[in-house]
């Protein structure tokens, strides 16, 4: 699909206008806000404003994430107390509702073939040793038990994962304790060609995408609106909008535009910028042996987001296979960002909280300096502990996306570094932020409908019927019972592609 005429790098929202949203940041937050509200309130004006000269150039292009469709199923950070799927549970509903989503949106024609961003990949993961073996047979006894996972096997038979995943035993020599689960109703997401589509649903009902719009103001009047001001990329003029409410999807830069908008629910928050390599190939008698997204155990004193993992990509109809991350550090918030974004954030309200988190947080940074220091031998000596034959001739190391891990006040610890995804609002609902990392872009839907009941209570009433026709698992809890869970999953396959 071709969104070309969708979108406009010119100087024309400038002027005494009044839109009823701006969505500042061209990702997946803003394209799924912006598809929800093209559906439910039609008639409302939105402007979506984007600094670099394409969508999803961040954190949501397709090799600035591992694609992994989060749904609770391989995530073994999710669960480090083997006995407690709350958290595995909350996302893998959230993610249900994404699928229900994005397939009402291709039945009814918004969204082109669920192939060009959504395909079926079966999640895994593998341990090593008796400790991992008996958190993950544990694990395993608990999600059984939630008709979630229901469908979720496990094996600790060598024989059997070589089926489930050739690459991971050819070459193996190593006699020790292996266990794997494997749920092959996983999905790989090109969340950068979903928020292409999804903004063109937009742009169809009248929305205006403005590219290379960087927005470097917040401000609201006495009359109550936002006066949205910033800088056109394209001729190095000022631009300036006003706007009845503003959503901040702008990645790692959201805190920022948050602090220079003075909203009292920002105060306090910083963030901690990390970045990612990871290795990759397109070798097709390679790629062509995996068909899974395989993760395991992180490295002691790894952040959550460093769990290592083996995925099948697949972006713009192409296989490949990525492995990692291996964690990278800058003070940009963005990849194409700069130098001194992170000191940019920092106010005398959060500095006790960068303080207190890196003093709480050592293992981290020595795992970090470790990581920085790391050869590429090293690194691809880690692949081989997935993938024993892997040949360094087949695979290539590249910097993927950007995150600012948010950094949170705390009574009793001064601040807490966390990693997951935070939605900000200021009091009076009229200004909203999203702040963190994963799951983010795989419960978007789930987000941006809290957002709505968040910051539109008189319209959310009426928006209902529409929202729940688009999820149902809104009205009916996806995991209410077997059935349930059953009834949702075979509505899924009903559109090609989304297994």
Aim: glycine residues 10%.
């Amino acid at each position: 699909m071709d969104h070309s005429e969708s979108v406009s790098g010119g100087t024309g929202i400038d002027g005494p206008e009044v839109v009823d949203v701006v969505l500042v940041g061209g990702g997946i937050m803003s394209a799924t806000l912006g598809a929800l509200l093209a559906r439910v309130q039609p008639d409302w004006s939105i402007v979506m404003l984007e600094r670099l000269g394409e969508l999803a150039g961040e954190s949501s292009g397709p090799w600035n994430n591992a694609g992994t469709g989060h749904a609770g199923l391989c995530e073994l950070n999710y669960m480090p107390d083997p006995g407690d799927s709350a958290k595995a549970e909350d996302i893998g509903r959230q993610f249900h509702l994404s699928r229900q989503f994005w397939a009402a949106l291709v039945a009814s024609g918004y969204l082109p073939a669920p192939a060009t961003f959504i395909n079926p990949t079966p999640h895994m993961d593998v341990v090593f040793g008796e400790h991992d073996v008996d958190y993950l047979r544990n694990r395993f006894a608990t999600l059984a038990r939630s008709p979630l996972f229901s469908a979720m096997q496990y094996t600790e038979d060598p024989a059997v994962i070589r089926q489930w995943a050739p690459l991971l035993m050819d070459g193996r020599t190593d006699a020790g304790p292996i266990a794997a689960t494997r749920y092959e109703g996983g999905t790989d997401v090109d969340f950068g060609a979903l928020t292409r589509a999804l903004t063109h649903t937009m742009t169809e009902r009248g929305a205006r995408v403005h590219l290379r719009h960087e927005v470097t103001g917040l401000a609201r009047g006495v009359d109550g609106l936002w006066t949205v001001t910033g800088r056109n990329r394209n001729y190095g003029n000022r631009f300036k909008i006003r706007s009845r409410f503003v959503f901040v999807g702008a990645g790692g830069y959201a805190l920022k535009l948050l602090q220079k908008a003075k909203i009292p629910e920002a105060r306090g928050y910083a963030v901690f910028p990390l970045g990612a390599q990871f290795l990759r190939t397109d070798n097709p008698d390679v790629v062509a042996r995996h068909d899974a997204k395989v993760y395991s155990q992180a490295s002691v004193g790894a952040p959550p987001m460093s769990v290592p993992h083996l995925d099948k990509r697949v972006v713009d109809g192409n296989a490949s296979l990525m492995f990692g991350p291996y964690a990278t550090f800058s003070t940009r918030l963005l990849k194409r960002g700069r130098l001194v974004d992170l000191f940019t954030t920092v106010r005398l309200r959060n500095i006790a909280p960068l303080l207190a988190v890196g003093i709480q947080n050592l293992p981290l940074l020595r795992y970090l300096i470790g990581e920085l220091l790391s050869s590429r031998k090293r690194k691809f000596a880690q692949l081989k502990n997935f993938y024993p034959r892997a040949d360094p001739a087949d695979w290539e190391l590249f910097d993927a996306g950007q995150r600012a891990q948010l950094i949170k006040p705390h009574p009793h610890e001064i601040g807490v570094l966390t990693f997951g995804t935070e939605l900000v609002t200021g009091a009076d609902g009229t200004i909203a932020g999203l702040l963190g990392a994963s799951p983010g872009a795989s419960v978007a839907p789930s987000v941006m409908v809290d957002l709505l009941a968040t910051c539109f209570p008189t319209h959310y009433e009426g928006w209902e019927p529409t929202l729940r026709t688009l999820m149902p698992g809104l009205e009916t809890p996806v995991d209410a019972d077997q059935h349930a869970v059953d009834t949702n999953r075979e509505r899924a396959r009903g559109i090609p592609g989304v297994a």
